[in-house]
């Protein structure tokens, strides 16, 4: 094989795997729009540029989380500088999440928005306790962020929250709402998503002003270890993928 065609080659599969990463993205705001964790302005979603792992693809400023195609996705350097697209880049977004992206290699993906239950959640700065089988996907896999300050657009505030992420897949942002990253798009969309419904669950237990049974550390490691994988994450998401693309395939555009 030449040099040439190697080249080719190469080009030909970071070009798939962007477009892949790209549609699952365009898709998963889709899905956070129909879920309602849309809030004015407020939200981002990221993926990292599989050729260019430096830059990372964001949702416009601006543009209704519902609306959006694969080619309205901004790609945004490490200066913040949009290389790629047409529209505004949220400051916040930029800040929190080319820290969270610097931070961690093994980062493609990452999600926030303020939805309900995650912001009412955020409200009471504390994580969430192993109550269920799906709050055990989280066990020892988040941490809470204490330290509300206002919209993050300062670096040093950004840097901050990345490094209260550590290693995790989840971060509770007191007094604002979740983040939650994975190794691929569909991951971190997952866990955005069952990450909003377990604070929820969990606000509705405290409702009846009785204590939860906590699931044993050992039950709750070993359930974490069964629905709190990557792979987990990964095909969870599936069904939603296969749902939204069938009823809204202009996503792909």
Known sequence: MSSRTSVTETSKMFSTLRAERKTRLAGALRLFARLGYDEGVAGHMTARDPEYPEMFWVNPFGKYFGHIKS??????????????????????????????????????????????????????????????????????????????????????????????????????LQNHGLLTVGGSVEEATWWFIALERVCQVELLVRQTGLEPIMIPHDYAKATHQQVGSAIAGWFSFQPLWEKIVQEEPELLD
């Open 71 to 172: 080619s309205d996705l901004l790609l945004v350097d490490h200066k913040g500088a949009v290389v790629q697209g047409d529209g505004l880049v949220n400051q916040a977004a930029f800040a929190i999440h080319s820290r969270v992206h610097r931070a961690r290699p093994d980062v493609v993906a990452a999600a926030h928005t303020h939805s309900q239950f995650g912001k009412a959640w955020s409200a009471l700065g504390r994580p969430i306790s192993p109550i269920t089988q799906d709050a055990c996907a989280f066990y020892e896999d988040h941490a809470v962020f204490g330290e509300y300050t206002g919209v993050v657009l300062d670096a040093i505030e950004a840097e901050k929250i990345a490094s209260s992420l550590g290693s995790l897949k989840a971060l509770i």
